[in-house]
């Protein structure tokens, strides 16, 4: 993709820039932050950007509107909106909008 440089960083975004951010996330929960501290940048940001998440967690980086880091377990991504949205939510057909 246009925005993934040749060294497999994303375009304006270092990948030491996106483990800070990763690391400062609220969704982190006491269990999750002893696993992300201890792991190295790139193995941090490689899970956090792949389909699975970070490994030994349910955490992924999401590039939606809300930005950062969300829970497996408590988001899903709509297609249609190209949003991420609480789990709760589904999209109406009738309005062409998530809703609770």
Known sequence: PAN??????IASRSTANL??????CHH???????IIDNMNEND?????????G???TDLYYSFCGR???E?????????????CK???DWHCKGCNKCRY
């Open 44 to 52: 941090l940001v490689k899970g956090a950007l792949s389909i699975d």
């Open 86 to 88: 609480d789990r709760r």
């Open 71 to 83: 829970k497996l377990s408590h988001t899903w991504h709509c297609r249609i909106c190209k949003c």
């Open 19 to 24: 483990a800070d951010r990763i690391r400062t």
């Open 54 to 56: 970070i490994k030994y």
């Open 28 to 34: 982190i929960g006491n269990g999750e932050k002893i």
């Open 4 to 9: 993934v440089l040749a060294n497999g960083e």
């Open 67 to 69: 930005g950062g880091l």
